[in-house]
């Protein structure tokens, strides 16, 4: 049975998504599982941060406007383009570019110029006024000189044109962050400040996803 995004959408997530995406080692094929003990179990109760996905469950594939960035002028999705190795999507309920967004933005870019192609961040902003909004994040992105993070816009968080609304993310915190490998979830963050300490935490959950199979290309692509 063919996976499409319809099924992705029914799927119960017991223990985690159990859609598997198989590396290439050789002429081997070797697929990766972890299982989320309680996840999605009937009876066990939910401990959930009241914004996003859980930990185990897929990034649902959507399609910001890109309004600074590599894919610059377009509605590319995050995950159907770069979802392969490590991700962070930064969904900031701000209305404005404060200091503590440039801190997050500027460390998240030095560590997609550290972790090269093995990691893309994405930023995502709701605003209605998509002209008015772009030009204030490309004013943002020149500031900053950014080479590799992508500052992107939905008009809500609960936008079912660009399908956003599927990652289930809340309006009600000031940011939600999400870590994945390979399209799943390994690690969520709710109304995270730019401390220091934020920031080790984030190194951390990006670091410990890499293990002997990280860096292997999907089944059948070439390195």
Same mark, same amino acid.
């Given at each position: ?13 017991? $223990? ?28 066990? /109760? ?9 930990? $185990? ?5 959507? *399609? ?18 770069? $979802? ?43 605003? *209605? ?10 004013? *943002? ?10 500052? *992107? ?54 670091? /410990? ?15």
């Amino acid at each position: 049975i063919k996976l499409t995004s319809a099924l992705r959408k029914k799927m119960e997530n017991r $223990g985690g998504s159990g859609v598997i995406r198989f590396v290439q080692e050789g002429n081997l094929p070797v697929g990766e599982r972890d299982i989320f003990l309680g996840l999605n179990i009937p009876g066990v /109760e939910r401990n959930s941060s009241v914004s996003g996905n859980e930990i $185990g469950e897929e990034v649902f594939s959507f *399609t910001p406007y890109h309004a600074f960035g590599p894919d610059e002028g377009t509605k590319t999705c995050p995950i159907c383009k770069y $979802g392969w190795y490590n991700g962070v999507l930064f969904f900031s309920n701000k209305n404005k570019i404060d200091d503590d967004l440039k801190k997050w933005i500027s460390f998240l870019e030095e560590e997609s110029i550290k972790r090269a192609a093995y990691l893309k961040v994405y930023f995502v902003f709701v605003n *209605t006024e998509r002209e008015k909004k772009a030009t204030e994040l490309k004013k *943002t992105g020149k500031e900053l000189g950014l080479k590799n993070v992508a500052l *992107t816009i939905v008009s809500s968080f609960n936008d079912e044109d660009s399908e956003i609304y599927l990652n289930n993310i809340s309006p009600q915190f000031e940011n939600t962050i999400i870590v994945y490998k390979r399209s799943k979830i390994i690690g969520k963050f709710v109304s995270f400040a730019p401390t220091e300490e934020n920031f080790k935490i984030i190194k951390k959950s990006l670091s /410990e996803s890499k293990n002997a199979y990280f860096n292997l290309p999907a089944r059948g692509e070439k390195e």
